[in-house]
């Protein structure tokens, strides 16, 4: 593959302007491959080749649609370490998590939208009147570095299994495991135009996107202040907008909970090197268990492994980027500087892993809900610790947030757990360390993002309903 290409209209194809960026190993520093930043004419000529392909394409029959992404699935599996070998280089997630985890969130994705499309009728009866479920259209998809494969997989498969077409943006910084993936649809033999792939930066192709006349929806995963950026570009052709952002999720431990849930808790935080965005970053203990919790919470984090993205093993990797490394530098920083107490890690890197982009697990406690590390996603290892002495309070610092993706909550009561899980205003909570199913929504409230990824709510946001009534006759 020549990384320098897009894939546009079922065939690689150079850039209308090559624009050189290379690709970075944060476990390294130096870089694994060179792309080239589009522009708004490499956005025009994707565009209209999904423009051409949707009238084909959105009149194929739904075991038409079935059998590409079925064609794609047997091929996704069949590249499960190419896949994963492009994660490690692009984004640093470590070699054996990026062929599980990382692999596996978009494998499920691609299979669940398998199911709920065999079971999903285009056309449906209600008394008198029918509703039918036609494709949006031509469809932007943006997404981020930190899942690869599950944000471009909650975009890709429900797109092509409601009959859009669509133009994918992969990050600039870890396009890689995309480019492999356009690979296998061009494979599977779907047709061309259906899927096209531009590279480029948030103002070249991101921006030539969202504003592109023929363009009707624009699905977004990201951080808040670009889905703002993209909402008011979209506006003006009131295109339709799919946000999944940011993320501050409280975990709520009450001092019943079970003797795992601190330590969890903060393993969970630093997954994926603390790069989710809907980790549990601030962690809310019942008082008479937060000494305890802290305690605990600073031996997690001063044991647990970290290193190169290439070595086999359980551990978490590098951050992404030089510049995201700062920033969590900074915010780091800021906790000090406001007054947190600073139990685990802090600035710098850690000890033997001064190449790369590596943080030290760090964990802050008696931190007030309105300090900067509270309030901010720092998207890396880095939890905060709050105590609380009520159920109310509790509730109230969890939802003291502009955010409302994922909150948690540990309590052996269930009666408990039920009640706060209702007062949290998030789109998804998790109740003593269980994992929500394939077959959920994922998205959240406020200023997390507007609509819901997965399953079937996943396929409806590519959908417009017509209702009709008459018999046609």
Not at 30 to 55: E, M, Q
Not at 351 to 357: P, Q, S, V
Request: proline letters at 5%; hydrophobic letters at 40%.
């Amino acid at each position: 593959m020549d990384t320098t290409k897009f894939y546009i209209n079922g065939a690689w194809t150079a850039p209308s302007d090559p624009a050189p960026l290379d690709v970075i190993d944060p476990s390294t520093g130096a870089a694994c491959a060179t792309i080239s930043l589009g522009n708004a004419r490499d956005v025009d000529k994707a565009v209209a080749a999904a423009r051409s392909a949707f009238p084909s394409w959105s009149s194929t029959s739904k075991e038409e649609r079935l059998a590409a992404l079925e064609r794609l699935l047997a091929l996704y599996k069949e590249g499960q370490a190419e896949i994963a070998h492009a994660m490690t280089q692009e984004m640093g997630a470590p070699k054996d998590y990026a062929t599980s985890a990382q692999f596996d969130a978009g494998l499920v994705h691609l299979e669940e939208t398998i199911r709920v499309l065999s079971g999903f009728d285009f056309e449906q009866t209600r008394g008198k009147d029918r509703l039918f479920y036609d494709p949006v259209g031509v469809c932007a998809l943006i997404t981020p570095w930190n899942w690869p494969m599950n944000q471009v997989l909650l975009k890709v498969a429900p797109a092509l299994a409601a009959g859009c077409t669509m133009v994918l943006k992969p990050s600039e910084i870890a396009p890689l495991s995309s480019m492999v993936l356009a690979g296998m649809i061009d494979k599977a033999d779907i047709p061309a135009g259906v899927f096209n792939l531009v590279n480029g930066d948030e103002t070249g192709v991101g921006s030539a996107l969202t504003s592109h006349p023929d363009v009707d929806l624009i699905s977004f995963t990201g951080s808040t202040r670009a889905g703002t950026l993209i909402s008011k570009a979209a506006a003006d052709g009131i295109k339709r907008v799919a946000l999944e952002l940011g993320g501050k999720g409280a975990n709520v431990v009450f001092a019943d909970a079970g003797e795992d849930a601190v330590r969890r808790g903060v393993l969970h935080c630093f997954d994926n090197t603390g790069q989710s965005c809907d980790a549990p970053t601030r962690m809310l203990v019942e008082r008479n268990r937060y000494a305890q919790a802290v305690q605990e919470a600073q031996h997690v984090a001063e044991t647990v492994a970290i290193g190169s993205a290439h070595e086999p093993g359980d551990h978490i990797g590098p951050l992404v980027s030089a510049a995201h490394w700062e920033k969590v530098q900074g915010l780091i920083q800021a906790g000090i500087d406001e007054g947190a107490r600073l139990v685990a890690g802090g600035t710098g890197k850690p000890k033997g892993l001064e190449t790369g982009f590596f943080a030290r697990p760090t964990v802050f406690a008696d931190v007030s809900n309105d300090m900067t590390i509270a309030q901010e996603e720092v998207f890396g290892p880095v939890l905060v610790m709050i105590p609380f002495d009520t159920e109310d309070e509790a509730i109230l610092i969890a939802n003291d947030t502009p955010y409302g993706l994922g909150n948690y909550v540990q309590t052996r009561d269930a009666e408990k757990a039920t009640r706060v899980a209702r007062a949290l205003r998030s789109g998804m909570v998790s109740i003593n360390g269980d994992y929500l199913g394939t077959d959920m929504p994922f998205g959240g409230f406020k200023q997390s993002g507007i609509g819901r990824e997965g399953s079937i709510w996943g396929l409806e946001e590519y959908l417009e309903v017509k209702a009709v009534t008459g018999d046609g006759a």
